[in-house]
């Protein structure tokens, strides 16, 4: 474990003098590695969700099935392209493009590892530190946007209209939390730059400092990807496809790569802002060197894969939720904690500079008993109200609930008793009735 | 990707006012483009297409700012303007429709001529302004307290904007925010408040409201007095199908039926003979139908029965 974290701006002077074969290594490698892990996030989506069903997933092509998706990707390049008449002829094209450069485009600033050797030249695993690199990932996911929105409206159908429209409000919304929930990071960490915030999680990760902004960036980061439960811009059971549903062939996959390589990077953020980036986790870290050289990679990749596992999770577990509770979370609940928790830890980074600890223990201890004094104070909530009528209704074909059935005439029930006494005279079927009873 | 990349990491480290060669590269491939987005955003027919000209306008506009040594400025007009502000313009022309053209009547005598003179007139003032400072003066702002050494400037910004100016900015913050209230005490105002009716008043009114005629009934074909399942279903002749006596239904278990099977045998003449011949069908031991359940088709349970007839007529 390296125990003096390198000043800020570091990684970014080291970066900064890269030569350009190495930026261009670093690029390629960035491309394939994502391409390939697109590839996997297939297969393992489909065999997690598959044990979660208690069935095998696909398990044919290749060890464990691992080549099942690049079959269906083959297969999906060479199908035919279907164009819609009514389609925006520019803008059809140019829809699929938009969604998947952003993609790649923010893993530039994603810091993959510290300071290695390469080919002896000194530098970073990370393609370009940028000083706002935070607001490069947000911007790029806002462009990706574009990709979506214009998706439905040059298909000229009603549904991608439809999703399209969907998304756009959706990202638009689940943007503003995830802008919330990142300034809590930037505040602690003092820079918007993603080197220097991994650097900042030396002596402890962001997820037990920010707790609160660690959850709200977990929701809103599913909101953002579009993915299960918030899948609603292409919700199957309502809007055929949403916004791609006219498009087909590699238009189709391009889309199909925007949407796992956007996972794949929101979780790599997600790693980046609140697990320490390619910091090795609690126990191993006690290990000395464990910090250095390619070895974090292992660590890198290991906390996106659990956030890539949590996406999957979700996915097979929840239902898709109705747009306005959808809505309603993001507006009514995310931002205004997220505005809240914002309030609070600016206050306290104050007070951090004013005040000392046992101070602030203090007063928080008088706030919270303040606090919850102030709720036994409430009144109790009053019981649901009973219906008094239970909804008998006419004309429509349920039992009534207060059904009581009239008991059997006694003529009749001397009848079969005397039936069931003297069968010879009571004739043949009754007796055949009788022991079909007794059968059951 | 890499084009974008290299722009990001190639953000000049001289503090100076000369160009680097990156920079001019980026600056002729992107001055170009957002130009040349202007002018389409200005020549094209269709709306959507005009925000789209505009969005590359902003995005080259954005990127060129990442170059001057202003990364947070130009990653803030990429969020702001192309992310949010343009995509609310998109999202509004989306809903107008793909076939929804402007009018070329004129409305106002003589506005074009109007339009081109203040135009000429305000790129020539905006160019005159921006040539001035061409000549005038070299880059101020830029060196090791600004540039990529402060960290993008972003201390300096926040501390000009939450310190020295915190009043405007308080102030203009609660303009934004009385105007969208207003906004929206505008769209809501004429509508009368709709009470959140719950899921439990929301099912009373499906079953008794107006709507409650629409249910699913028997399908033609099938005469019945009720479709409860409380109440037996009748086969062809009248009698009771023993398929349709449950012994989970306190209603309709066959002790309080036998009763009724015990009426259609004796009184009712030969439908009762064929119901009875039925009922020994399935009871002879599950031959044919199983017997044990009960859930046979009534299908099955009319060739038991036929089966059975043939059976007693050799015995009689």
């Known amino acids: 474990m390296n125990p003096v974290p390198p000043p800020p701006g570091y990684y970014q002077t080291l970066i900064a003098d890269d030569p350009f074969w190495l930026t261009l290594i670093k690029v390629v490698i960035v491309f394939a590695a994502l391409m390939l892990v697109t590839l996997f996030m297939i297969w393992f989506e489909r065999r997690v969700v598959g044990r979660m069903q208690q069935r095998p997933g696909p398990n044919w092509n290749g060890p464990f099935g691992l080549l099942q998706s690049l079959a269906d990707g083959l297969k999906l390049a060479f199908k035919e392209d279907v164009l819609p008449a009514a389609r925006d002829r520019a803008v059809f094209f140019l829809a699929p493009v938009l969604s998947v450069v952003p993609a790649f485009v923010a893993w530039s600033v994603i810091p993959l590892g510290p300071e290695v050797s390469i080919f002896g030249e000194a530098t970073a695993l990370q393609l370009t530190d940028v000083p706002v690199g935070i607001l490069v990932v947000l911007a790029c996911s806002s462009v990706g946007v574009y990709g979506i929105v214009l998706a439905g409206w040059a298909s000229g159908s009603p549904y991608p209209l439809l999703g399209s429209l969907r998304s756009a409000a959706q990202v638009i919304s689940y943007e503003l939390a995830l802008g919330l929930s990142i300034i809590g990071v930037v505040l602690y960490a003092g820079s918007l730059s993603t080197a220097d915030i991994v650097s900042a999680q030396q002596t402890g990760w962001y997820i037990w400092l920010l707790p609160v902004s660690f959850l709200i960036f977990a929701v809103s980061m599913v909101g953002e990807t579009n993915r299960a439960p918030f899948d609603l811009p292409e919700a199957e059971s309502e809007l055929v496809g949403g916004f791609h549903t006219e498009y087909s062939s590699l238009k189709f996959a391009l889309f199909f790569l925007a949407e796992y390589v956007n996972m794949v990077t929101l979780s790599a953020v997600a790693t980046t802002l609140f697990l320490g980036g390619w910091m090795a986790p609690w126990p191993l870290s006690l290990i000395p060197g464990v910090n250095e050289g390619w070895l974090p990679l292992l660590w890198f990749f290991g906390k996106t894969l659990a956030f890539l596992f949590v996406y999957v999770w979700l996915r097979g577990t929840l239902p898709r939720q109705r747009y306005d509770q959808f809505m309603r979370l993001g507006w009514k609940l995310l931002i205004p904690v997220g505005l809240l928790w914002l309030v609070l830890v600016a206050a306290l980074r104050v007070l951090r500079t004013e005040l000392t600890t046992g101070q602030i223990l203090i007063a928080g201890g008088v706030a919270l008993v303040v606090l919850v004094g102030a709720a036994l104070l409430l009144p109790d909530q009053a019981p649901p109200e009973e219906d008094p009528e239970p909804p008998v209704v006419a004309d429509y074909p349920v039992p009534p609930l207060d059904l009581a059935v009239p008991p059997t005439p006694k003529r009749r029930r001397r009848a079969v008793t005397a039936a069931r006494e003297e069968p010879e005279q009571g004739g043949e079927t009754v007796t055949a009735g009788a022991s079909r009873e007794g059968d059951r | 990707m890499s084009a974008a990349g290299l722009v990001l990491s190639a953000a000049p480290v001289t503090g100076g006012g000369e160009m680097t060669t990156g920079e001019a590269v980026v600056f002729w491939i992107l001055g170009p483009l957002a130009l040349a987005g202007g002018l389409g955003m200005i020549f094209s027919r269709n709306a959507v297409h005009s925000a789209l000209w505009l969005v ?13 040594q202003a990364p947070f400025l130009g990653v803030t007009q ?28 004129e409305v106002l005598r003589g506005q074009r001529l109007a339009a081109a003179v203040l135009g000429v007139g305000l790129g020539g003032l905006a160019v005159a302004a921006v040539a001035d400072t061409l000549t005038a003066g070299g880059p ?51 509508r009368p408040r709709r009470a959140a009716s719950s899921q439990r008043a929301r099912v009373t009114e499906r079953l008794r409201g107006p709507l409650s005629g629409y249910g699913s009934r028997s399908g033609p074909g099938v005469f019945a007095t009720a479709d409860s399942v409380a109440t037996p279903a009748l086969l062809p002749d009248g009698s ?39 009922l020994r069908g399935d009871g002879d031991g599950g031959g044919e139908s199983g017997g044990d359940s009960g859930a046979g088709s009534t299908h099955d349970r009319l060739s038991a029965g036929d089966h059975g007839s043939t059976e007693s007529e050799t015995t009689r």
Do not use: H, K
Request: proline share 3%.
């Open chain 2, 78 to 105: 990429i969020i702001v303007y192309t992310g949010a502000i343009m995509m609310l313009f998109v999202f509004v022309l989306m809903m107008v429709g793909r076939d929804a053209s402007d009018s070329l009547v």
């Open chain 2, 140 to 190: 101020v702002g830029l060196g090791p307290g600004y540039g990529p050494e402060a960290r993008g400037n972003v201390v300096l910004l926040g501390s000009s904007i939450f310190l020295d100016y915190v009043l405007a900015v308080a102030l203009s913050s609660f303009l934004l925010t009385a105007a969208a209230l207003g906004a929206l005490v505008y769209a809501f105002a004429g």
């Open chain 2, 56 to 68: 590359m306008t902003m995005l080259s506009l954005g990127v060129l700012y990442v170059v001057q």
């Open chain 2, 240 to 278: 009771v199908a023993p398929a349709s006596l449950s012994n989970i239904i306190e209603a309709t278990r066959r002790e309080r039926l036998d009763a009724d099977i015990a009426d259609v045998q004796s009184e009712s003449g030969p439908a009762g003979d064929v119901d009875a011949r039925a």
